[in-house]
């Protein structure tokens, strides 16, 4: 399987996340967005230089074990966070597209339970990075219309 190119499936809006490839097609499709947006690339692409081949693979694990309970992911999110924040502080800007582009990369894609799970978690992980990194309440109530509510 390709990390690249998404797995794809007859008329996907009618299932869940499922399996560790829907996992992985909803991974690409997100950071495919990612690397075209004009507020997120610049994180991602200047200031933590990524190496898509090499983080792909360990956020699918880390999905795979968050939504299905599958082992392999071992890293921590705020250390790696706290890392990018230290060179460029995160603003609260970025947490909102970040979290309304993994939205609809369910959406598109996706409805059920684990869909759903997938926005809550992904929810609370902004909302303690914000807490966290920004010292602030996240959904923001100055500068922030996303709702963290799914």
């Known amino acids: 399987m390709s990390v690249t190119e998404p797995v794809t499936h007859p008329d996907p809006t009618t ?10 097609d909803l991974v690409v499709a997100f950071y495919r967005e990612i690397v075209f947006d004009d507020l997120l690339e ?4 200047e200031v933590a230089e990524v190496d898509w081949a090499m983080h792909i693979p360990k956020l699918i694990d880390y ?3 968050v939504l299905l309970g599958q082992p392999g992911y ?14 460029e502080p995160f603003r609260v800007e970025h947490f909102d597209r970040w979290f309304a582009l993994w939205i609809d990369a369910i959406d598109q894609r996706w409805a059920g ?5 997938a926005k809550t978690h992904a929810a609370q992980i902004a909302a303690v ?7 602030l309440d996240w959904p923001s109530r100055a500068g922030s219309s996303t709702s963290a509510s799914t």
Request: with cysteine; glycine share 6%; charged share 30%.
């Open 15 to 24: 299932r869940d996340l499922e399996t560790r490839a829907d996992i992985h």
């Open 74 to 87: 071992g890293g921590t999110i705020l250390h790696a966070h706290r890392h990018v924040h230290d060179i």
């Open 63 to 65: 999905w795979c074990r």
């Open 42 to 45: 610049p994180v991602f692409g």
């Open 113 to 117: 339970p684990t869909a759903d799970l």
């Open 129 to 135: 990075l914000a807490r966290k990194l920004l010292d």
